[in-house]
């Protein structure tokens, strides 16, 4: 096992990092970034022999180093490299919703009963795992920056909004590319006239119109004495229930 923290669906970035770091300090990055590549059996056999011997080690780390559903789709991979390059098509992509998660996280960060230093630990380590998804800023990368300074708009506007819009926010999240804050609103605000639309104002206005026909009915018969009871203040007719 080359990491302690084992890859899943939502950690990638970080778990990259660090396994980069393992295999920097052992000097095997090199088997699967792709830059120490396979010498040929028949023209080198010993050094074939060194480097297979190197690659099935760094395979058995990596199987180890991931969750075992992960795991089960690379037992058949031939090098460290093909693995390296399958999990970074399967996992490397952007995603929106772990930034969302990440972000959330962030603005709800309080010290409670956490000590200044542990309180600033745990917000430094969301604030590097949300640096792993950003891209460095150069000096002809302003746009790039600025789309990220969007998608901050965008996540902190829908991490604000209520359980109601729970659906819609996650559809949001998963649109490739990712709207606007502004295009996100006009959705919310569609979802939100939708579901004001499916509200059933009919069944309000029955129980309304039904207290509302019990109480005139009352003051009808207010004054006048049953004929079935003899007691005031109702009529047989229009018994109050």
């Not at 980069?20 to 023209?43: I, Y």
């Not at 999240?173 to 004001?196: C, D, F, G, K, W």
């Amino acid at each position: 096992m080359l990491v302690l923290t084992k890859l899943n669906d939502a950690n990638y970035q970080s778990w990259k990092t660090t396994m980069v770091h393992a295999l920097t300090a052992k000097k095997k990055l090199g088997f699967v970034d792709g830059t120490l590549e396979m010498p040929s059996r028949e023209n080198d056999p010993s050094k074939f022999e060194l480097w297979n011997q190197c690659n099935s080690m760094i395979l058995s780390g990596l199987s180890h180093s991931i969750e075992a559903e992960i795991a089960a789709g690379i037992v058949h991979a031939k090098t460290a490299h093909q693995v390296w390059e399958d999990l970074r098509d399967q996992f490397g992509q952007k995603n929106a919703l772990v930034i969302f998660q990440i972000q959330k996280a962030i603005a709800t960060m309080s010290q409670g009963t956490m000590s200044v230093a542990s309180y600033y630990i745990k917000l430094k380590a969301l604030w590097d795992d949300l640096e792993l998804y950003r891209s460095p800023i150069v000096c002809n990368q302003t746009k790039e920056h600025q789309n990220e300074k969007e998608e901050d708009k965008l996540m902190q506007f829908l991490m604000g909004l209520n359980d109601l819009f729970k659906t819609i926010r996650s559809n949001v999240l998963v649109m490739n590319p990712l709207p606007n804050v502004r295009q996100a609103y006009s959705l919310i605000v569609q979802e939100e006239t939708q579901q004001q639309m499916n509200s059933d104002p009919g069944e309000n206005f029955s129980i309304a119109a039904l207290v509302q026909g019990r109480f005139a009915n009352w003051k009808q018969s207010k004054g006048k004495t049953c004929e079935h009871c003899n007691k005031p203040g109702h009529t047989i007719e229009n018994v109050i229930l």
